[in-house]
């Protein structure tokens, strides 16, 4: 493939040897090249190179950062993705009292939003009880009586993961509630679909969200297959895609579920979190696209336009954030914490220069 204007070598690539980049799930080191048209990640292993989207910007809108590390964002923010949502979610065991669920609240919407804008990512976030304690009923009352202070918060756009683990009864009661919590606050609704029985828990979902007169158009039905795609699309719902490896969904089956369905509400996102789990899966997947033939456009819809044309629904996120984003200084404090530690030394940004202030002194 020659470059677009001619130039270049055969395959329209730089011939510098681009940036090293580790990749966080398997180890591997990535080559991250910057083109005039793309940017590109190549799997040294192989030799490949993958041409990503044309434009480098991804947002993530299913990532579970405060399980992830610095050397994530730092890889993400190398790959082009400018954007993450991290949705309420389980720890991997039981919390067992309302205050340990009031300080991971107050984490998703204070110190991880600091820590991600220490790398260049804009973070937001989703309130909710997730559908694994709501089986505690306890609990589940503690939270719901504290959820309307936090969803409120900034930064926060939407109502989510809400949805079935099991479908018990315990689970549709408070998924009621929370939808009718995102109909009074007027927040869109980011559905976890279940794991086991997906299928019917996936209708059972919609259906309840019928019932409660909840639009299709400001809902994300997320972690889908190919065994749930066609009925969420055609009940009007955004459909989510977990990237997430050997379990909900590859990349590779990814790319086929876009060519046979289209983009349209369409959202690719990783789900990272505390498993095995790759917070690149969002670039990484447009790049296969790309390579298989995907059209550039479309790639920018699942990868980019959907989640912010879903999310900025919220009013609280808006592309303006970081395409105007505040300059870094890696030693601004977060309650007396930095990101850095002893002897590391610190990312400083200057201010941009503007022409708002025409006073010259």
């Known amino acids: ?20 980049v580790g990749c966080p799930c398997c180890g591997s080191r990535l080559t991250l090249r910057k083109t005039k048209h793309a940017t590109v990640l190549q799997a040294d292993a192989g030799g490949r190179e993958l041409p990503a989207a044309a434009g480098t910007m991804f947002i993530d809108p299913h990532a579970h950062m405060i399980s992830r590390s610095t050397d994530d964002y730092e890889a993400m923010a190398r790959a082009g993705v400018v954007a993450v949502i991290e949705p309420s979610f389980w720890l991997g065991q039981p919390r067992t009292s309302l205050g340990t669920y009031v300080d991971y609240l107050s984490t998703i919407l204070g110190f991880e939003k600091f820590r991600a804008g220490q790398f260049g990512i804009r973070h937001y976030c989703c309130i909710a009880l997730n559908p694994k304690e709501a089986n505690n009923e306890a609990l589940a009352e503690a939270v719901l009586e504290v959820l309307p202070h936090f969803a409120v918060k900034d930064g926060v756009v939407a109502i989510g993961e809400l949805g079935y683990d099991e479908q018990t009864p315990q689970e549709d009661k408070y998924l009621r509630r929370q939808i009718e919590l995102a109909r009074e606050i007027e927040l869109p609704i980011m559905i976890h679909t279940p794991h086991r029985d997906k299928h019917r828990g996936t209708l059972r979902t919609m259906d309840v969200l019928a019932e409660h007169r909840f639009d299709p158009a400001r809902c994300v039905i997320d972690h889908n297959t190919e065994e749930t795609v066609r009925e969420v699309l055609d009940r009007g719902y955004f459909a989510g895609f977990s990237i997430y490896p050997q379990t909900k969904m590859g990349n ?3 790319t086929e579920i876009v060519r046979h369905y289209g983009a349209e509400r369409v959202i690719v996102d990783s789900a990272c979190d505390w498993g095995v789990s790759d917070p690149l899966a969002v670039p990484k997947t447009a790049a296969l696209m790309a390579e298989r033939g995907i059209a550039a456009p479309a790639i920018r819809k699942v990868t980019y336009e959907n989640a ?18 505040a300059p870094i200084d890696q030693r601004s404090l977060f309650q007396g914490n930095s990101v850095l530690r002893g002897g590391q030394t610190p990312r400083i940004e200057a201010p941009r220069r503007s022409m708002s202030d025409l006073r010259i002194a």
């Open 252 to 254: 590779e089956r990814m």
């Open 1 to 20: 493939m020659a470059n677009a204007d001619g130039n270049g070598s055969e395959n329209g690539f730089s011939e510098s040897p681009g940036e090293q």
């Open 308 to 325: 912010l044309a879903a999310y900025g629904l919220s009013g609280a996120m808006k592309e303006a954030d970081w395409l105007d984003p």
